[in-house]
């Protein structure tokens, strides 16, 4: 009488029913983003920040002052995403110019 294959007959003992990954992995791999945030102080000019927020994220001038108002009742804001070698930079950036203007403005980075 002819038998159905068993979980036993096969040398991998699978039977069949179990799928193996041999497919090729065809996703495209998106890189990881990261946030650059732009935190409140009670030092830093306004007129300042407006001026990093054109300089660094290339915003206009009315956007700048919109962002830079959000970051002074808020305490922090998202003033835009990037690559993380990207987002590094601009940080770098920001800190460096604040910093050669002795403000204490605090930019960092946060992992999206
Ligand atoms: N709070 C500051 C002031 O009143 C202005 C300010 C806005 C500072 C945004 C930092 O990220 C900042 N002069």
């Not at 041999?22 to 830093?44: G, S």
């Not at 000019?45 to 108002?69: C, I, K, N």
């Not at 930079?89 to 403005?105: I, N, S």
């Amino acid at each position: 009488m002819a038998m159905r294959p068993q979980m036993t007959d096969r040398r991998d003992g699978t039977g069949g029913e179990t799928s193996v990954a041999t497919r090729t992995k065809t996703r495209t791999q998106r890189p990881p983003l990261y946030k650059v945030l732009l935190l409140n102080d009670d030092y830093t000019p306004m007129e300042f920040v407006v001026h990093v927020l054109e300089r660094f994220f290339g915003m206009s001038h009315a956007h700048a002052f919109d962002v830079m108002l959000t970051v002074h009742k808020k305490g922090v804001a998202v003033v835009g995403v990037f690559s993380f070698e990207v987002a590094e930079t601009k940080v770098a950036q920001v800190m460096d110019f604040a910093r050669r203007h002795q403000h204490p403005l605090q930019c960092t980075l946060e992992k999206e």
